[in-house]
């Protein structure tokens, strides 16, 4: 994708390790220094006992009004406690809420945000089962450690953020909590909901940057990259959903996005996935790059079917036809003609374009064709053009049946392109094989 990360797993860096499971030690200190400082405590509850209590308690959740009526470490012997984990007993790390508190998240995109405490359940942040924290853990202790400066994502997760401040509280840490973003979330293209994987199987686009086989079902699902969409193309389509430069600008490079990016012209509200904006970026950077980066793109595809010439004609090839393009795939199918000649000839262009005498024409242009010496694209165009007026033939009828023995249909560039990046040979011979097939 061209995005470079400062550090990271592989890349190094100062604050590492890098992988959750590389740090369970620090988590676990972490939660130590909760539990030590009364802001967290053990649970021993059963998810069976769980879902008796939200049998009984309509709307039950584990908080102040309910953790003490709980199997945890406030309402047991710090014995028995200290028994059970050394028995092996799983447990669980619970935040301890405290109720009736309005807790302020600043947002850098809604601007305060106040939640009630209230509201909130003791979360789990650490499990016992597998020695790991919770999101909610490792999101701060990795920010804090890691000195991250903004905590960017999606808005689902705003109704974690005033956990996540008592959390930074609870640690000592306020001082240096991270700047938090809340980002609209991306629509389905209808705009009625949040955009699914199953969006981009129903309307055929992709939704994951490779491609996706779900190890469960064994569904595979499209990816930009197998796709044919530039990394270019991507970013700049993803980065205008939900943001504007403050301008009628769309096509930015990655260096112009981090100029112009402010948090603060990202939109509140969810923006529409709109796939065939992405399409049309996708063009556009086509037509941005050089000739010969495009070219080398398009050399796979021209082996598939068994093609192998100079990659100076590939060049020449892909400056006249990828303007006709979104996808460098979809070069064949508009310009195959130029590495294979036409076994067949389109019928509705047959009917339309070739006429009684064009066999007689097309004999004898084949013969003016072989005889010129300048066979540039001005060269060509000078003789036939002479010819035509000197025979007193029909332009359009000419250059019509001239196409179809070329092209086998009624496509293509500009007819003395065409027969220039074929050569004089080719160019004779093809027009020669369709005399033959059509008279």
């Given at each position: ?43 021993f509850d059963t998810p069976e006992e769980l879902d008796a209590k939200r049998a009984e308690i309509a709307n039950f959740q584990y908080d102040a009004s309910t953790r003490g009526m709980m199997r945890n470490s406030l309402t047991m012997p710090k ?186 012209r990202c939109s509140k509200s969810g923006a529409k996935f709109d796939y065939k904006k992405g399409i049309w970026f996708n063009h556009q950077y086509i037509q941005q790059k050089p000739d010969e980066e495009i070219a080398e793109l398009f050399l796979p595809v021209l082996k598939e079917h068994g093609v192998n010439v100079p990659f100076e004609k590939v060049v020449t090839v ?122």
């Amino acid at each position: 994708m061209g995005i470079h990360f400062d550090e990271g797993v592989s890349f190094g860096g100062g604050h590492g390790p890098y992988r959750q499971s590389e740090r369970r030690e620090i988590y676990k200190k972490y939660v130590q220094v909760l539990l030590e400082n009364g802001k967290a405590y053990i649970a021993f509850d059963t998810p069976e006992e769980l879902d008796a209590k939200r049998a009984e308690i309509a709307n039950f959740q584990y908080d102040a009004s309910t953790r003490g009526m709980m199997r945890n470490s406030l309402t047991m012997p710090k014995e028995e406690v200290d028994a059970l984990i050394a028995e092996g007993k799983q447990y669980v790390v619970r935040f301890k809420i405290e109720p009736n508190e309005d807790v302020h998240v600043n947002d850098l995109i809604r601007g305060e945000v106040i939640i009630n405490s209230s509201i909130l359940d003791d979360k789990v942040l650490y499990k016992s089962a597998d020695e790991l924290p919770t999101y909610h853990l490792a999101n701060i202790v990795d920010d804090h450690l890691m000195e991250v400066s903004h905590v960017i994502r999606g808005e689902e997760w705003l109704p974690s953020a005033p956990l996540h401040v008592l959390l930074y509280r609870a640690f000592g840490w306020e001082d240096t909590m991270p700047e938090f973003a809340h980002l609209p979330l991306l629509l389905k293209p209808e705009g009625n909901g949040k955009l699914s994987k199953r969006d981009g199987d129903r309307l055929g686009f992709p939704v994951f940057p490779l491609e996706w086989h779900d190890p469960k079902s064994g569904d595979v699902s499209s990816g930009y990259r197998e796709s044919g969409y530039l990394p270019e193309a991507v970013i700049n389509f993803l980065a205008l959903l939900g943001w504007n430069p403050g301008n009628d600008q769309e096509v930015m490079s990655m260096d112009e996005l981090i100029k112009l990016f402010d948090l603060h012209r990202c939109s509140k509200s969810g923006a529409k996935f709109d796939y065939k904006k992405g399409i049309w970026f996708n063009h556009q950077y086509i037509q941005q790059k050089p000739d010969e980066e495009i070219a080398e793109l398009f050399l796979p595809v021209l082996k598939e079917h068994g093609v192998n010439v100079p990659f100076e004609k590939v060049v020449t090839v892909v400056g006249m036809m990828k303007d006709r393009v979104s996808f460098v795939k979809e070069l064949w199918d508009v310009c195959s003609f130029f590495f294979v000649a036409p076994t067949e000839y389109d019928e509705k262009t047959v009917k339309k374009r070739w006429k009684e005498d064009s066999a007689k024409c097309m004999t004898e242009l084949a013969e003016v064709i072989a005889g010129i010496e300048d066979f540039s694209i001005e060269g060509q165009e000078k003789v036939v053009m002479d010819w035509i007026a000197e025979k007193g033939y029909h332009t359009g009828n000419i250059m019509n049946a001239f196409r179809l023995t070329l092209v086998g249909e009624g496509k293509g560039p500009h007819m003395f392109d065409i027969s220039w990046v074929l050569g004089k040979e080719e160019t004779v011979a093809r027009m020669k094989r369709a005399v033959e097939v059509l008279k």
